[in-house]
């Protein structure tokens, strides 16, 4: 487990259909997913999730003054993941998964269906960040990827320098290392995310500030994978690792999710 309990895995897969030892492959598999404890917080205002389509819906809570009702969604709170300590986040859902278990074990299980968030408000021209087709993978060993179609919409940065569109296929947005599976005894699986201790030396070191990693427990550092951050425009990068100590940089973690249910797990 990479970081412990302090960077668990947003993400949740539940009701997936009990498999017999003959079949390999399952449908309406579910994914909840919160992005981290930061989007749920931000810097003016929470982050907006918005514009769901296909097989996925928006779960608003109550963070920074929202008057959502989901209660799908609740992950445990800082410090013992990334989300605020005084209300329930805004999360997106996934529905209709397919998933496939290969004669080696692996679990793969794929959606359709896209989302977006922004973490200014409308005003502010920021780039929207889309979040498309989700495929997550899991190994025997609790190792895994969680993987997205990703597009940035051409906008203006915080610097008020144009964003250009991005485009970028199959991107690896979340990463376990083996032995990030735990397993409840009803057969829910939690995947803990890396991203403590996780170094971001970024490609663009005039635009992109750099990594703080002196940060003491319970606060942490880390980062999202470093190839991500990388692709964003220079503005929200920070967004994805720590640039200095303290709850709001610790809530850049992913935080934990209410767990995968996979058949024969």
Known sequence: MVGGAAAALAVGLAAVPAASAQENTFDDATMIWGVNGYAQQGIFAAWRFFDAQGD??????TTRGGTGTQTEYTPAQ?????MPNDATPNAAKFTGGDGSRD???VVTIDWEGEFTVNAYPASYGAPDETFRDPSLTINPDGSGTLVFDLHFAEA???DGEPTPEVDLPDTELLTFSPGAMD???DGTITLNADFAN????????????????TCESPQIWGAFPPEFIDALHYSVRAHYYTTSCGIQQSSKAP???PGVRSPGA
Request: hydrophobic share 40%.
């Open 255 to 257: 935080p934990a999710g």
């Open 56 to 61: 996925a819906e928006i779960l608003e809570g």
């Open 103 to 105: 004669a080696n074990g």
């Open 78 to 82: 800082f410090p013992a993941t990334s």
């Open 156 to 158: 203006v940065g915080m």
């Open 183 to 185: 397993v409840a005894e």
């Open 198 to 213: 996780v170094e971001y030396n970024p490609a663009d070191t005039v635009n992109t500030q750099a990594q703080t990693r």
